[in-house]
């Protein structure tokens, strides 16, 4: 009898995997971003605040880029500062190597307003920045 109970367990455990698994599934699909010719593609994104995103980065350029995602002060802090390497330790910031894919996980906290940029020297003022519309 115990056997059998332990089998009904088991089968919960399946079917309760199954339930979950369209809305988790829905919650990690990745952002694409595609630069080309110093721009980002979309230079515009919507995600719901909460959500925890994965961001794919592809320079289709044959120079170094980098992606930087935050408020206003972040964006004003790397086109001032003199981090030139990002190497993906610090979510949202990553240096994207001409010709390569990167993957960036970021954390959408509340609702509001993000941008995304990068700050090579010159890059930002080109125009190579989106914004994030976080809603509830
Ligand atoms: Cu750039």
Redesign the pocket.
Known sequence: MRHVLGWAGIAGVLAMGGACSTPSAAATDPIRIDIHH?RFGPDSLSVGAGRTVRIVVRNNDPID??LIVGDPATQDRHEHGLEAHHDGTVSGEVSVPAGSEVTTTYHFDRPGELLYG?H?PG?WAYG?RGVIRVSV
């Open positions: 110093s880029h980098e990068c090579l890059h190579m």
